[in-house]
């Protein structure tokens, strides 16, 4: 059976960096694509971006270019999300979900990780 | 960006009894439109795809319609375990979601 199951919570100060970790099974990863949402305490879901599982490319959400950066290991079929210069406004569960290998749109998000409750407080 | 809104915000409706939720599109997305369940603690779970077609295992109480801009879910015959929070997403473009209905208990 399909299964993403994300590393665990992580508390980090203002200005730091977070690397969230995503590990694949029970499909072939480089068949797919990841893409990674979050959501802030009580709010609903925001996507941070897509990247390819064989190839490496990337989609980032505008409003995150510059301090996202998005990686996979295919070896391990693990996908990870790096957020850096953390604000306090990062505070969220983050989610990665299984997604079309060619891009973030044409097909839903069917299978999600657990989510990762990364928390920034000084 | 395409910006979805959902409404209503909340709904409340009595066990058995029939749910319609709603959603919006700021442009045509086709048939580009998904719903989600939520529950407190857990992940999204995919419902609907296609505007109309139930993922795997879904009951047949959940039912999609429309295109274009404007999108129902349909809940029939509510049982305790739907109450939970349904949002929709668009991925006819980078992707979007709206900000939720919470089907509450009557």
């Known amino acids: 059976q399909v299964q993403l199951v994300q590393s665990g919570a992580e508390v980090k100060k203002p200005g730091a960096s977070v690397k969230v970790s995503c590990k694949a099974s029970?499909?072939?990863?480089?068949?797919?694509?990841i893409s990674w949402m979050r959501q802030a305490p009580g709010q609903g879901l925001e996507w941070m971006g897509w990247?390819?599982?064989?190839?490496?490319?990337?989609n980032y959400a505008q409003k995150l270019q510059g301090r996202v950066t998005m990686t996979t290991d295919a070896s391990t079929s693990t996908a990870y999300m790096e957020l850096r210069s953390l604000r306090s406004d990062d505070t969220a569960v983050y989610y990665c979900?299984?997604?079309?290998?060619?891009?973030?749109?044409?097909?839903?998000?069917?299978?999600w990780g657990q989510g990762t409750l990364v928390t920034v407080s000084s | 960006e395409i910006v979805m809104t959902q409404s209503p915000a909340t709904l409340s409706v009595s066990p058995g009894e029939r749910a319609t939720l709603s959603c919006r599109a700021s442009?045509?997305?086709?048939?580009?439109l998904a719903w989600y369940q939520q529950k407190p603690g857990q992940a999204p779970r995919l419902l609907i795809y296609?505007?109309?077609t139930r993922a795997t295992g879904i009951p047949a109480r959940f039912s999609g319609s429309g295109s274009g801009t404007e999108f129902t879910l349909t809940i029939n015959s509510l049982q305790s375990e739907d109450f939970a929070i349904y949002y929709c997403?668009?991925?006819?473009?980078?992707?979007?979601f709206g900000q939720g209905t919470k089907l509450e208990i009557k």
């Open positions: 979900a299984r997604a079309p290998p060619y891009g973030a749109n044409s097909e839903p998000f069917d299978y």
């Open positions: 029970g499909y072939t990863f480089t068949n797919y694509g």
């Open positions: 990247i390819s599982a064989s190839a490496g490319y990337t």
């Open positions: 442009q045509s997305v086709s048939s580009n």
């Open positions: 296609g505007a109309s």
């Open positions: 997403q668009q991925y006819d473009n980078w992707p979007s």
